[in-house]
């Protein structure tokens, strides 16, 4: 058993699975989904989703966004890929003593923002200050709420041989952004965050294809650690075809200098979905009329509803598995 | 214009006050309340109540509680006092790198102990870790979710000249307690904190009393910035009477030592209710007759209903007006 929390803990991986496993399901119970992310709730107050986030960004400001806006699209994307319409969010902010008035003025300007474009209210918040030293900077935990909506919600207890793996757009364009704003690395590139708000997409693309298994937003542990989940927890197994899986040249080259693997880094402005194969077309088409999902591609298939693993097939014909990201990659990606 | 983040603007008072107006309300406009604490949502998803606060005390274990629990309390507490009955808690963590996790297991342990005593459930979670020195070893953001009651939630249009004015106990049990852990100031006392869910006292309350004009729970800046926001908001004059306000002698004992008001301390297990004058008296047995209410007891009047001042008559004859706290008093009290 692990003594002190480390950093990849953080980083949605193999640690954090274990974490949630070993502290927060123990003492919480079956309240808490095991994956801890957006919980639906049934009863008293219907048909309503909730989600909640903690943002410890570094930098705080990064080409493509910042903490803010970061905090609302990922907020509003946890309930949109689970079939919520986001309406509420929360805001908590954890100042370090020191932290630049006009800087906090132009994140919170960004949440204003950004909660406008998504059409979600920012209903409630709170401020705390720390001593400089007892904090980076700033933190900001939101808290979403949504309403579920009438059309069915993604079923994944539908899916079965056959169903294509969607990918609304390239990945690892934000996890190269960060990497390239901290310049630790020597690296510079012109790769923006793909941070957006997909509510709206989402919402075109649930009125139109009835038949979606799963959605799901490939952040923290990205592609690759989400589809695993998705195969341990429905005991599926998926693969994807490397060849057709879209990566911008500029981050694949980045990742190749830094020895990163793009379906690991995170994302925050693509979402995953498995549909119907016979729908799939369909999906791609509405996907591609839209800003954010222009890259839209089908990326592999459900080939056996056993064993739960995630598979990769090579451009040389090999065939890998993949696994949950392990240990440390990129800390305070989001 | 401040331009940089001071501790004050942490602590609650004047300074919290002039921040939320200054950055959050300028950004997020009407939809979030200018006290930015519970948000009540009519509308799509009836009758819900919503709040959320990060908590940064420190020391993280205190006398009579912990981070944890009083993430809990205080989340139950700011929704049982806008009347709603509170149903569920998200739950944010931030980690710094190198906290023992057995630390982190006691503190969940007692968020699950103290929601099931609340009778809330805590539905959905996050976590994050950042590097060694960028946070004090951890952060808890609680949001919480209530429903309205159908019995009239307290309404503060209906004050009138000589409602009574009751807090439910002794005041500055918390700050001290906190002090006393900190220990930096040489000073040991036996003072627990009083953080403790109100839920069902409050319940009792309001199923009893249908004139209860309005509550609070007066927690960072204390029972009179807590007043002073009263005053002004509903533009009344509240005349408090100094010998009558419950404080025990070890706290004001602490108080007189180190030069803290107890008025502006903290308190995590009191309420102040303003009702009707001819209802005080039952009130008071209700509060009394639970055991977080003991020691309640009848402080006050509201005067006038002009001019929003809070006042102390002294024991000698004499009466000034109290301000919101400004300024430094104790960061990271809660």
């Known amino acids: 058993m692990v003594q002190r929390i480390g950093l990849a803990h953080g980083e949605g991986g193999e640690l954090t699975h274990q974490l949630i496993q070993d502290v927060f399901v123990k003492s919480f119970g079956h309240g808490v989904q095991t994956k801890l992310d957006s919980a639906i ?59 630049p008035v006009n800087d906090l003025k132009k994140i919170v300007q960004s949440m204003a923002e950004e909660a406008e474009r998504a059409g979600v209210h920012i209903i409630a918040g709170d401020t705390k200050v720390v001593e ?21 919600c993604p079923n994944p207890e539908e899916m079965k041989k ?34 957006a708000s997909l509510n709206h997409l989402i919402q075109e693309l649930t009125d139109e294809i009835r038949g979606i298994r799963i959605m799901r937003d490939p952040t923290r542990g990205g592609l690759a650690t989400t589809l695993v989940e998705i195969c341990e927890d429905f005991q599926v197994t998926i693969e994807l075809e490397e060849d057709c899986i879209p990566i911008r040249k500029d981050v694949q080259g980045a990742c190749d200098i830094l020895g990163f693997d793009p379906l690991y880094l995170a994302n925050e402005g693509k979402i ?45 014909g090999t065939t890998r598995r993949l696994q949950r990201l392990s240990g440390m990659l990129l800390p305070r990606i989001c």
């Open 272 to 316: 995953v979905l498995i549909v119907d194969s016979s729908l799939a077309d369909r999906a791609l088409t509405i996907l591609r009329q839209h800003v954010f999902g222009r890259d839209a591609e089908v990326i592999g298939q459900v080939s056996s509803l056993e064993s739960g693993k995630l598979l990769l097939k090579t451009p040389f």
């Open 41 to 99: 709730l049934p009863g008293m107050i219907e048909n309503m989703a909730v989600t909640t986030d903690s943002f410890v960004v570094n930098p705080i400001f990064f080409p493509g966004g910042n903490i803010g806006k970061l905090a609302i699209t990922g907020t509003v994307n946890d309930l949109a890929v689970c079939g919520a319409i986001p309406r509420f969010i929360t805001a908590g902010f954890i100042l370090e003593e020191g932290f």
């Open 162 to 195: 056959r169903d294509a793996v969607i990918i609304s757009g390239t990945l690892g364009d934000h996890g190269v952004s960060i990497l390239s704003a901290r310049n630790e690395l020597g690296l510079m590139t012109d790769v923006t965050s793909d941070c």
């Open 132 to 152: 400089k030293g007892s904090a980076d900077g700033l933190f900001i935990n939101t808290t979403g709420i949504g309403e579920l909506r009438e059309a069915p």
